[in-house]
């Protein structure tokens, strides 16, 4: 054959071989988009204190009508679109001989049993569950906490000592004489690079079961420890404890050991939990406290807030009236400053262990911020005389308008006189540039009973949608709040039985949807914001790894004002290692993740893009942000204290086949 047909019939194979793959990749394709079309159903499975239906297909179309909403589906049909919640049995309290119980988490930074107690999910959301028969372990991996805990036995009166050996691991050890909350620390170590064994002191035990505990923190070496004893009466030399001395506190037999206990009977008042406080408690002065708590005073009636100053026009310079690059809008922001300081700087730690200040919110001029109140309490005074009187200042925010003006939000603590009864003073007022009274903006105040829906996305992660429950229900007990309503969107997850989580839970008013295919959290979002049938509510989207403080809901309603700004408070990213408690981190400047918007305004920008974002995430909130700019509303943009991003592994995060 010569070389010309030898090309010739190499290009007709070519030719066929490029034609079968466009066949298979179309025919790939085709059915992608039909499974697509087949899967991505959100259904309202179960709610609390809503008036909507259940077991109904909710449409994720934005400009959908009422009626159009949503649509009928049967039982048998949401069975067969979704797993059952398999191995899922509840810890039960009852005796079970040779093990105890070991509760595992990981990607924990830090040396110390500290940051293992410190850490959000502990102890009630451990990564695994199991049970153990001794207390010598030779491979616990890096970064991972460790607690064990049960009943030791001693058969006979003795005198007790324990003998704690480590290697690249810290450890505390804890015993009780009586109830578990009477435990008390017998030994520990944190040498970390070395073998080293500790004694403990002489303990006279009577005949029975006393409750133990051992915590343990690795860094970033495969740690090893063993717990051993002697028994006076009978040997003078350290031995193993072995299972025939052990039991555990929870009969944990049958539970799938990935899987999401929702109700753990651990004893609250445990010693080895009081390094950890509520978010509420983590205030270091009055200022800090008041700015906490500022919610549990209650408003001063509207009609006492009325004609205190004329209206004016409001039109800042800083809205955007023309078209933007793509992703530009983070440009266009401005930022809010505070009075008093609210101790926001926080530190980031460096791989040299040096610690570089991060800047929090900036502070208003102190002279500006008496001059506003002082204006503020003569307008008060000249309507109702002596009625009211100032007790405090709680906070004066300012937002600069180089080209205008400033807009300032005044909060003060008055003294109803007439009724010996503290109020909220809590309104928005304008001082133009080169003038010297102030004014209120027109049409620009706050809704103090709006209700807020929390929107949160998840899929798989059932210790951190837990974590969120639990948060979610403080906020409900501290604020007494009925007009907070959660909204979630599971994708299936196989590791928590969520209708039941939030059945058990205290929230009084929630919306569960189950959503069918792959993760898609655009789509989510706007299927959650589209069961708000209320125009005059505000929609809440949240992200999953987070603490959240109970004044995030009053600070997120008076910063978002229907028909004009919407909010996105900035959160602190936790380092590895950091904890409410011990904040190291940055300031998420370049994130708009958490972001509040009213319903009618939600539907007027035109909500989620839920085309350009089908299986990723990452600059959707970007690209919100884009679209709200253009449509021309503000963005307050302000950094909330205790309201974190907690550092977690992305292990296994949205892959039904783990768990996280």
């Known amino acids: 054959m010569d070389n010309r047909k030898l090309k010739l019939l190499l290009l007709l194979v070519g030719i066929f071989v490029l034609v079968e793959l466009i066949f298979f ?151 009780s004489l009586d109830s578990p909350n009477n435990s008390f620390l017998i030994c520990y170590q944190n040498h970390l690079t070395k073998q080293v064994s500790t004694l403990s002191d002489e303990i006279y035990l009577n005949k029975g079961k006393y409750f133990f505990e051992i915590l343990g923190k690795t860094d970033i070496n495969i740690g090893k420890f063993s717990l051993k004893w002697r028994q006076s009466s009978l040997r003078s030399t350290f031995i193993e404890i072995s299972s025939e001395y052990l039991s555990c506190f929870f009969n944990e037999t049958g539970s799938k050991k990935t899987s999401v206990i929702l109700d753990y009977k651990v004893p609250e008042g ?24 500022i919610f549990t005073i209650p408003l001063i009636p509207e009609e006492d807030t009325l004609d205190l100053f004329p209206d004016c026009k409001y039109s800042p310079s800083y809205i955007v009236h023309e078209d933007i690059p793509e992703y530009s809008g983070v440009w266009e922001l401005h930022y809010t400053k505070v009075f008093p300081k609210d101790n926001t700087e926080v530190f980031y730690r460096l791989e040299t262990n040096e610690n570089q200040m991060i800047f929090g919110n900036d502070i208003v001029l102190e002279g500006t911020a008496h001059n506003i109140v002082n204006q503020v309490m003569a307008a008060i005074k000249k309507k109702h005389k002596n009625k ?72 798989n992660q059932g210790r951190w949608a837990k974590h969120f429950i639990n948060t979610m229900a403080n906020i409900f007990e501290d604020t007494k709040d009925i007009n907070l309503n959660v909204i979630i969107v599971d994708f299936n997850s196989q590791d928590i039985d969520m209708i039941k989580a939030l059945d058990l839970s205290s929230i009084p008013r929630y919306t569960l949807i189950k959503h069918t295919g792959k993760f898609h959290k ?70 708009y993740g958490i972001f509040g918007a009213y319903k009618s305004d939600w539907n007027r920008f035109g909500g989620m893009n839920t085309e350009k974002f089908i299986s990723s995430w990452g600059d959707e909130d970007w690209e919100l942000l884009d679209t709200v700019l253009k449509a021309g509303y503000e963005v307050e943009r302000f950094k909330v204290k205790n309201f974190n991003h907690v550092f977690h592994t992305k292990k296994g995060m949205w892959d039904y086949s783990k768990t996280t």
Request: net charge neutral; with cysteine; charged share 20%.
């Open 25 to 175: 990749c179309y025919q790939q394709l085709g059915c992608k988009k039909n499974v697509k079309a087949v899967e991505e159903i959100g259904i309202i499975v179960a709610q609390r204190g809503n008036n909507l239906p259940v077991n109904v297909i909710v449409n994720p179309n934005p400009s959908a009508s009422r009626k159009e909403l949503f649509k009928g589906v049967s039982q048998d049909k949401i069975n067969s679109l979704f797993y059952p919640i398999k191995n899922v049995n509840e810890n039960k309290i009852e005796e079970c001989e040779n093990v105890v119980n070991l509760h595992l988490w990981h990607e924990i930074c830090g040396i110390d049993v500290k940051n293992l107690k410190l850490y959000p999910l502990y102890p009630h959301l451990p990564v695994i569950r199991d049970t153990v028969n001794k207390l010598d372990f030779n491979k616990i991996l890096p970064l991972y906490g460790i607690r064990i805990f049960g009943y030791l036995e001693v058969k006979s009166n003795d005198l007790i000592q324990f003998l704690l050996s480590t290697v690249d691991i810290s450890i505390e050890v804890y015993l």
């Open 270 to 293: 445990l010693p080895s939990l009081f390094d950890k406080k509520k978010l509420s408690e983590l205030y270091s002065t009055r200022e800090d406290f008041i700015r906490s708590t």
């Open 388 to 459: 009211y009187s100032l007790s405090a200042i709680l906070n004066v925010e300012e937002n600069d308008d180089i080209g205008k003006g400033s807009r300032f939000l005044v909060e003060l603590e008055l003294i109803n006189n007439n009724l010996s009864k503290k109020v909220r003073f809590s309104q928005y007022v304008y001082l133009f540039n080169n003038f010297n009274k102030l004014c209120y903006p027109e049409n620009f105040q706050w809704n103090k009973t709006s209700d807020v829906n929390v929107i949160l996305t998840i899929g």
């Open 522 to 591: 655009t789509l989510a979002i706007q299927v959650a914001a589209n069961t708000i049938i209320n125009p005059n509510a505000i929609t809440l989207q949240v992200d999953l790894h987070l603490t959240i403080p109970s004044n995030l809901i009053d600070l997120v309603r008076k910063h978002t004002v229907q028909g004009k700004m919407v909010c996105s408070p900035i959160l602190l990213r936790l380092q590895c290692g950091a904890n409410p408690q011990a904040r190291y981190g940055f300031w998420e400047s370049a994130g």
